[in-house]
């Protein structure tokens, strides 16, 4: 499989970064749910931290894939 598009599919490094991203999306899910549960404290803000820090992580993400879609068109 070749990493960039061709005219019938999306290359491996599209699909790839698509992944990684809805993998990320769970873990936000999962890390907003643990720190609704958590007590006001040092660790509902470290958890909240976390979330921050994967919600900028998938937002980077997201531009990269919207840079190489305007980069390599099929």
């Known amino acids: 499989m070749a990493l960039t598009?061709?005219?019938q599919r999306y290359g491996l490094g599209p699909q790839l970064l698509h992944w990684?991203?809805?993998l990320l999306?769970?873990?936000q899910f999962l890390l907003a749910e643990?720190?609704?549960e958590l007590p006001d404290g040092l660790e509902k803000?470290?958890?909240l931290s976390?979330?921050?820090?994967?919600?900028i992580t998938i937002?980077?993400?997201?531009?990269l894939r919207?840079?190489?879609r305007l980069l390599d068109r099929p």
């Open 5 to 7: 598009n061709s005219a």
């Open 20 to 22: 990684l991203v809805v």
């Open 25 to 27: 999306l769970a873990l």
């Open 34 to 36: 643990l720190a609704d």
């Open 45 to 47: 803000l470290a958890m």
């Open 50 to 55: 976390r979330h921050k820090s994967v919600g």
């Open 59 to 63: 937002l980077g993400l997201a531009a």
């Open 66 to 68: 919207v840079a190489w």
